[in-house]
């Protein structure tokens, strides 16, 4: 079978899987498991999501802080390694990427807790 053929039966069966796909009814869970994931589950993640953001946004002394970070940085440059200073900038930029992650994290799980939980 050439290249072509190949990609025309993958194109169908994606086409075919999206049909099926959106027929589907959404899952929905027990109100038992609903009620664990309300009272285990979600402090836990609201824990997490605080205490990562507190580390990232936290002083020059808090190990893994942006700001810390920005420090070693600096301290690499005033030392002539650029090559340190430039692997320290971009895991400043991971930081910021994982601030928008947690940020997003956080409003999908008060989302939840709004809708599922109620106003605990």
Same mark, same amino acid.
């Given at each position: 079978?050439? %290249?072509?053929? %190949?990609?025309?039966?993958?194109?169908?069966?994606?086409?075919?899987?999206?049909?099926?796909? +959106? #027929? &589907?009814?959404? !899952?929905?869970? =027990?109100? *038992?498991?609903? &009620?664990? !994931?309300?009272?285990?589950?979600?402090?836990?993640? *609201? &824990?997490?999501?605080?205490?990562?953001?507190?580390? !990232?946004?936290?002083?020059?002394?808090?190990?893994?802080?942006? /700001?810390? !970070? *920005? &420090?070693?940085? #600096?301290?690499?440059? =005033?030392?002539?390694?650029?090559?340190? @200073?430039?692997?320290?900038? #971009?895991?400043?930029?991971?930081?910021? @990427?994982?601030?928008?992650?947690?940020?997003? #994290? @956080?409003?999908?799980?008060? /989302?939840?807790? +709004?809708?599922?939980?109620?106003?605990?």
């Amino acid at each position: 079978m050439n %290249i072509s053929r %190949i990609g025309g039966l993958v194109a169908g069966m994606l086409l075919l899987g999206a049909g099926t796909a +959106s #027929a &589907q009814e959404p !899952i929905t869970s =027990s109100p *038992e498991k609903v &009620q664990k !994931i309300c009272s285990q589950r979600v402090p836990r993640v *609201e &824990q997490r999501v605080k205490a990562l953001t507190d580390r !990232i946004n936290g002083s020059p002394e808090t190990l893994g802080s942006k /700001k810390w !970070i *920005e &420090q070693k940085a #600096a301290d690499a440059r =005033s030392a002539g390694n650029t090559a340190r @200073a430039d692997v320290l900038d #971009a895991r400043l930029k991971l930081r910021d @990427a994982q601030l928008v992650k947690l940020s997003k #994290a @956080a409003e999908r799980v008060a /989302k939840f807790k +709004s809708e599922h939980c109620g106003s605990k």
